[in-house]
């Protein structure tokens, strides 16, 4: 009985395994394409702005958004709402635990990550790549420590905003794909974007 019950569950996670990881050409195309775009305009700005510096602007965790952005748009994880607002409480975090508790990496960087993960479930805004968001707050390097609450802006919801832009334009080219999640707003993006 124990053998027929585990074979048929490993039957299953099979299936959905497969069915989960089933992404027709055309979504990869869009996803290469969206997330090209969107870490290339971070990754220029961040070449032309600051030349002689660190990357300041491109962050480890926008890699990370991307995936969910542009590669999972139906995920509840990778909706604007989560986007901005899981890169900002995690980002405020952060940034407040490293001007708390400065050079005490083995208390603050786990503080950081845990706090900012409890925030995000208050504020119904979590985005795991949050986590790494206020990790780097904590353990970037003094450029970054330097910026203080500037962080949560410059590079923190200035990089969030590109990404978000660029994923309302094309996660909604084709009517395949639909960002965000609620049908209504498709319809004012196309309107926007003169799409309809």
């Known amino acids: 009985m124990f053998k027929k019950r585990f074979k048929r569950t490993l039957r299953y996670s099979r299936y959905i395994y497969y ?4 992404v027709n050409r055309e979504e990869k195309f869009w996803s290469f394409l969206g997330s090209f775009i969107g870490i290339g305009i971070i990754a220029f700005w961040q070449s032309h702005a600051l030349q002689d510096s660190d990357s300041l602007f491109l962050i480890g965790s926008f890699g990370a958004s991307s ?15 989560n986007l ?20 005490i990496i083995w208390i603050t ?7 900012s993960i409890i925030a995000m479930q208050f504020t119904k805004t979590l985005h795991p790549p949050g986590g790494a968001t206020a990790l780097l707050a904590v ?9 203080g609450y500037t962080y949560i802006f410059f590079p923190v919801l200035s990089g969030a905003l590109v990404l978000l832009l660029v994923a309302l334009v094309f ?14 707003y498709k319809k004012r993006i196309r309107k926007l974007l003169l799409l309809r």
């Open 109 to 115: 960087a786990p503080l950081a990550v845990s706090l």
């Open 19 to 22: 069915k989960e990881t089933l």
């Open 139 to 147: 353990i970037g390097s003094d450029k970054i420590k330097l910026l």
């Open 84 to 103: 901005i607002g899981g890169h900002l409480v995690s980002a405020f975090i952060g940034v407040s635990i490293q001007l708390l508790l400065p050079d």
């Open 171 to 184: 996660n909604n080219i084709t009517p395949k794909r639909s960002y965000p999640i609620n049908r209504n």
């Open 67 to 81: 995936v969910l952005v542009y590669g999972i748009i139906q995920s509840p994880l990778a909706q604007p709402r």
